[in-house]
Each structure stands twice: as structure tokens, then as C-alpha cells.
């Protein structure tokens, strides 16, 4: 390495920004590289045990949406952040500033472009978000989390590789967890949603597992997130069904139990479905409605265009169609086979890996 600098890794906002930046970093670490990581506040406390040498903390907001005097202040507090990225890079020198999407990774980005500095976007969508769209122009290479790749210009298409997304260590020895087959036990239910998708879940599921015959009913088993204030009234519907469910707001294991069931019924986030490609599992996939980029919408497209998920507009998500959805799969337990096998085709577990050997020979930090 001689005296190159060190990845400087741009990410935050949430976890599922975090998760495949941390995933690349240990997977640059194993090559030897030096990681340091700049971040916003707010993901500081998913980032306390992050795979980093150091962690710079940089100002960022989310201009979208709101009022103008909201949008200004976005728009300072980001003017801010490329001033303290600015010293950040100057005291750092990185070989590389990789980004992982989100407003928090644009003045670190930006920042860097500024100076000169090789920058290397991971768009882990199906749909590119607004900030890396900002940041395309000028980035020197793009990586790509699914094979297509919308909301581009030619030009920017043509700096795109495709990587994947880099899924964190749980999911690669979740995916070693070998299919269960429905024939020969329960069939296992994991109803997930995130933290801007639980309320729905918690509303639909319980009342379309209610609407099936006692004898369905009988088969099945049901693990379940819920938003705190639900936890109650979702563990009654199951307890007065007699269904067994584990109802509980948070998973630490969530991968593990993606693994354990037979269907997986959730949000799309770009992390949720590169997880079930991974683990390879059926899933009734419900897009998050309102979203400018429809960037969930794009990501269920990609399993639900080759069989490996069942899409559903949440306009359309009623108790009554998801009692079907999972009613059909009882009577035909290998649509859920089928399902599970087109997953896992599309899975790329190596994605950490592989995004590591793209920014080595991009940045040439090696």
C-alpha cells in the first residue's frame, strides 16, 4: 500500500445504508486497506462498533420535502457538512471516498469531488435515489446493487457496474440454512416491516390469518414484527387463534429467521430483498407507498418478474387478498419451493467482495 490513504467510507441515515458499508469494510480490511468512516449524527449509534480505523461525524439534513424555510436549512446545514468533509479529507488524504446513497453521504462526496479525488457511488436500489443522482455526474465509477438500473442518464449508465449488495456476515451463514420443506412440519411465516412498515403489518396480517379455515389455520406458525404499541393486540389475534407467534418489535436474529420460514412477508427495501435473494425464500413483497423515487417498487419488480416474490400495491394489501396469497400456497406448497429456488438465483453472496475488488481497482489503492 506504501503510503496511500485510506477508504474513506461515506454512510448513514439508517442501518440499511450502514449494513453493506460495514460489509465492505471488513472485506477491505481483509485486503490489507485502512477504513475510515463519515457519517451524520444520527447514525453514530449504529456505527459505535463499526469496522472503522476512525469515525468522522460531518452535518447533513434532507432538503425534500417540507417547507421553503425547512428546505434552506437543509440546504445550510448541508453547506456546513462539505466545509467540515473539506477538512476531513484534508487531514485524512483517502485513496477513495466510496458512498452509499442517502443525503449524509453528499458532502463527504462532494467534498471529495471538489478536490479531485477518485469517488465511487453504491447505489443499492433498482431506481437511483436523488442524492447519488446528484452525485453521479462528477463520481468516478458506480457501482450497482441490482442488473438494472433506472432513473439514469446514458451517460451515467455507462459508469455503472454491477456489484450487488453487500449483505452482512448473518446472511451468508443464514443462507447455509438448508429449505425446509412444507411437507414435513409447520409452515413458518415471517411477517417483517421495518420501522416504516410495521403498522401495516400488524393491522393486515393477524386479520388475513384470521379469515382462514381452522384447519389452515392449524398448519402454520407465525414470527412477527410490530411497532411497540402494537406488540399487545397482535400477540392477542394470534393467541385467541390459537396460531403460535413470536411477536416481538425488534429481531436480532431477523436474518436466522428469514431462513427458518417457508414465506417472508415484508416491505422491499433494497436491503430485505438482497437478503431473500441470498437465503433464497418466497415472499409476498408490499412496496412503500408515497415514496418519490418508488425505489421499493422498482426492487420487488426485479424478484417478482422472475416468480421469486408476489407483489402487492398497499392499496391492494387487504386481510382478504393476503389470506388468499398465503391460502394458495398451502394448497400448492411448491409455488413456495419454486419461489425460493428463482430467489436465490438472483442472490449475489459475494457482493461484499466483489464491491471491495471494484474500489481496489478503481481507486487503485492496492
Not at 10 to 36: K, N, Q
Not at 82 to 93: D, N, S, T
Not at 95 to 123: D, K, M
Not at 171 to 183: M, W
Amino acid at each position: 500500500m506504501g503510503d496511500r490513504g485510506p477508504i474513506l467510507l461515506a454512510a448513514g441515515g439508517t442501518g440499511g445504508h450502514l449494513f453493506p458499508a460495514e460489509s465492505l469494510a471488513i472485506a477491505l480490511r481483509a485486503r490489507g486497506l485502512r477504513v475510515e468512516l463519515a457519517t451524520d449524527s444520527r447514525a453514530l449509534k449504529y456505527g459505535a462498533d463499526f469496522p472503522a480505523d476512525a469515525i468522522h461525524a460531518i452535518p447533513a439534513a434532507t432538503p425534500s420535502g417540507g417547507s421553503a424555510f425547512g428546505k434552506l436549512k437543509a440546504g445550510l446545514t448541508l453547506a456546513r457538512g462539505v466545509w467540515v468533509a473539506r477538512g476531513v479529507i484534508k487531514r485524512v488524504k483517502p485513496s477513495a471516498v466510496v458512498g452509499f446513497g442517502g443525503y449524509p453521504t453528499v458532502p463527504p462526496l462532494l467534498a471529495a469531488q471538489q478536490a479531485g479525488l477518485v469517488t465511487i457511488i453504491h447505489e443499492q436500489n433498482a431506481v437511483m435515489g436523488r442524492a447519488n443522482r446528484f452525485l453521479s455526474a462528477r463520481a468516478t465509477a458506480i457501482a450497482t446493487g441490482f442488473p438494472r438500473l433506472a432513473g439514469v442518464a446514458p451517460a451515467i449508465a455507462a459508469k455503472a457496474t454491477h456489484i450487488g449488495n453487500p449483505v452482512r456476515p448473518a446472511v451468508i451463514e443464514a443462507a447455509r440454512a438448508p429449505y425446509a420443506e412444507p411437507a414435513d412440519g409447520p409452515i413458518e411465516i415471517l411477517v417483517t416491516g421495518g420501522s416504516q412498515g410495521a403498522r401495516v403489518m400488524s393491522d393486515v396480517a393477524p386479520a388475513a390469518i384470521e379469515l382462514l379455515a381452522p384447519a389452515a389455520r392449524a398448519r402454520l406458525r407465525v414470527t412477527q414484527q410490530a411497532r411497540p404499541e402494537d406488540l399487545q393486540r397482535v400477540r392477542d389475534v394470534y393467541a385467541r387463534l390459537g396460531v403460535p407467534a413470536t411477536v416481538e418489535s425488534f429481531f436480532k436474529d431477523l436474518p436466522a429467521r428469514m431462513a427458518a420460514a417457508h414465506l417472508v412477508v415484508g416491505r422491499a427495501g433494497a436491503s430485505t430483498v438482497s437478503e431473500l435473494a441470498v437465503i433464497g425464500r418466497d415472499s409476498i413483497l408490499v412496496p412503500l407507498p408515497g415514496a418519490l423515487d418508488q425505489d421499493q417498487a422498482a426492487n420487488a419488480a426485479i424478484l417478482g418478474a422472475v416468480g421469486a416474490a408476489t407483489v402487492i400495491p398497499q392499496a391492494d394489501f387487504t386481510p382478504q387478498r393476503l389470506a388468499e396469497e398465503i391460502g394458495q400456497r398451502l394448497d400448492n406448497p411448491d409455488a413456495m419451493r419454486y419461489a425460493a429456488a428463482a430467489a436465490r438465483a438472483l442472490g449475489v453472496p459475494d457482493a461484499a467482495a466483489r464491491l471491495a475488488e471494484f474500489v481496489v481497482r478503481v481507486s487503485n489503492a492496492l
